[in-house]
């Protein structure tokens, strides 16, 4: 295992220009999750698209640069899905990260990169930050 | 004064000969987490279960008797290096079960006020009254606020706290406003685990004992690392764990005066703590028994024993020579590299060798990462220490601890390795 493995130019990439950063006034969840080893955090608000069972995604986040590169791709990959659609995704990601799934391109796209973390016990946490929260967030928002 | 030998320091370190991330060697820069152990403590500890395991203060065999005496024994070495009486030192799990074991002393000996239950003589200092404040600083390891935050909780004190100065100290402008007739414990560190600052013990203690309130010292990051006396310090308590002092992991120690150690009611309860047992009630030993029940770690307590001698063999003053000499060379080295940025005193004066830095533009945990691959384990994150981050508006520092087994070479392989992680995230300067 090399650095390199880890920090794929794809995931820097992501982490010096993260997409879909932001936030709105009126969310239909919102959900705040910390590493508490580490300090990383994130701020997670969905939005339910009308007439749909999809949500929008907007967030805020502070952290490494691997919590900050997964965000932004489960930003790309989750944006305006549903729980349904997105939990595939999230089960994928958690499956890749104990190294009992192969990355799938077409479930996870840029979040294949992110398999070099699996690598690094003490990171998994700082890859699945954001998409347990988004998970968390989306079954708030349906049970509300 | 000589300088330390580490080429023979390291060779009684066997950890130390270990490779690292695909061959490299290790560069260990966290012992303010956990330091590494001689084989002199391993071979005590490994000599006690050979040839004299059993449980201590039980039984009449010749194991029994052995183990009680190695036991003992260590009490006794363990006190001396810290100018303490043996009987006034109690073990632990840990540092932070000691700190505990005084914060329950006050809402046991408070609860039992409430419902009128017997207590020692002199436990007063201990019942809390509404009003009552309890003081500690803004520099505190989660190990000295959180029970702190704990007992405030479930009494009527309000806790209180010195806040710190732009450069890394306690802020002792209103101290006599922070310290006053209220407070009936101020508890503090000796050496600060984030920013490395060693706190002026002498100027708080006189004015603890100018409103008669109790000082206790958290002294995780200084008994490890320069001379400690606690009759010189004039403190009412010393906390500090034997991990870090080259000791083996699960104990832990507290020194009370033993006036105090007497009026305090018991923390954890159950087997060797107590004096006569009916089943209406019972009566309990006296320190330091009455505070440690259960079958005792005595071969921690041996493994700490042969850290204590190991230590004294080098003598406490060289210790913290070293560490000094090393603590400036890392300050001199990091400051000259652009985007770094020390969190905590940037002089030696009253310093010890915690060193929290952050790079501009990288976070703590990338700044770990490629140390990590270089074989340099350092530490990321908060410390248990989230109030200083925050007083400080990082989200997290990496940080740096020297002991007796690093030297120069080890500051200089730091050094390289931030500029190698500038360079492979494309943010040097």
Redesign the interface.
């Known amino acids: 295992?090399?650095?390199e493995n880890?920090?794929q130019e794809i995931i820097?990439d992501h982490y010096k220009h993260p997409h879909g950063k932001g936030q709105v006034e009126k969310a239909d969840a919102e959900v705040t999750h910390v590493n508490p080893?580490?300090?990383?955090?994130i701020t997670l608000q969905v939005v339910k698209i009308p007439g749909t069972e999809n949500f929008n995604i907007f967030y805020q986040n502070?952290?490494?640069?691997?919590s900050?590169a997964s965000a932004s791709i489960l930003f790309d990959q989750l944006n305006g899905k549903s729980l349904a659609e997105g939990e595939i995704a999230v089960d994928h990601m958690v499956a890749m990260m104990q190294r009992t799934q192969e990355p799938d391109e077409d479930i996870l796209g840029d979040g294949i990169a992110l398999v070099g973390v699996s690598a690094?016990p003490a990171?998994v946490k700082?890859a699945l930050l954001s998409w347990m929260a988004w998970k968390d967030a989306v079954i708030q928002a349906q049970g509300s | 004064m000589s300088k330390l030998d580490v080429a023979a320091i390291q060779a009684d370190f066997p950890i130390l000969s270990r490779k690292v991330r695909d061959g490299k060697k290790l560069v260990y820069l966290d012992s303010g987490a956990t330091s590494q152990k001689p084989k002199q403590v391993l071979d005590a500890e490994r000599d006690f279960y050979e040839q004299r395991n059993s449980a201590v203060h039980r039984g009449a065999h010749q194991l029994a008797e052995e183990a009680t005496d190695a036991y003992e024994l260590a009490r006794k070495k363990i006190a001396k290096f810290v100018g303490a009486q043996p009987n006034e030192i109690v073990f632990t799990k840990n540092a932070t079960e000691a700190i505990n074991l005084v914060a329950y002393a006050f809402l046991n000996a408070t609860l039992k006020a409430q419902f009128g239950k017997p207590l020692p003589d002199g436990a007063q200092k201990f019942i809390l009254k509404p009003g009552d404040e309890i003081l500690v600083t803004e520099m505190e390891h989660h190990a000295n606020l959180i029970p702190w935050q704990e007992l405030a909780d479930k009494t009527e004190v309000k806790l209180r706290w010195i806040g710190l100065t732009d450069d890394g100290r306690l802020d002792l402008s209103n101290l006599a406003q922070l310290l006053n007739s209220k407070t009936k414990i101020i508890s503090l560190t000796h050496q600060s685990n984030l920013l490395g600052t060693i706190n002026d013990i002498d100027t708080i203690v006189k004015a603890a004992k100018a409103v008669d309130a109790l000082v206790l010292l958290d002294a995780c990051q200084s008994v490890p690392h320069m001379p400690v006396d606690v009759r010189k310090l004039g403190v009412d308590f010393l906390t500090w764990s034997g991990h870090k002092m080259l000791g083996p992991l699960g104990i832990g120690c507290l020194w009370g005066r033993s006036e105090l150690l007497a009026s305090m009611p018991p923390f954890i309860t159950g087997g060797s703590m107590i004096e006569t047992v009916t089943m209406e009630g019972s009566t309990f030993a006296a320190p330091p028994a009455r505070f440690e029940a259960g079958v005792p770690m005595a071969a921690q307590a041996v493994g700490l024993a042969a850290a204590v001698d190991y230590l004294s063999a080098i003598g406490m003053e060289k210790v913290a020579a070293h560490e000094h000499a090393l603590t400036e060379l890392a300050i001199e080295e990091l400051l000259q590299i652009p985007g770094v940025r020390i969190i905590g005193p940037t002089n030696t004066d009253n310093r010890g060798s915690a060193i929290s830095f952050v790079v501009d533009g990288l976070h703590p945990h990338d700044v770990g990462q490629v140390l990590d691959n270089n074989g340099i384990a350092v530490r990321v994150g908060h410390h248990c220490a989230w109030p200083v981050c925050r007083r400080y508006e990082v989200p997290a520092t990496t940080r740096a601890t020297f002991y007796i087994y690093n030297d120069d070479s080890d500051v200089f392989a730091l050094r390289d390795g931030i500029i190698a992680a500038q360079k492979f995230f494309g943010v040097s300067k």
């Not at chain 1, 080893?37 to 955090?41: R, S």
């Open positions: 295992m090399n650095l880890m920090y820097l080893t580490c300090g990383d955090e502070q952290g490494c640069s691997i900050q690094y990171r700082c």
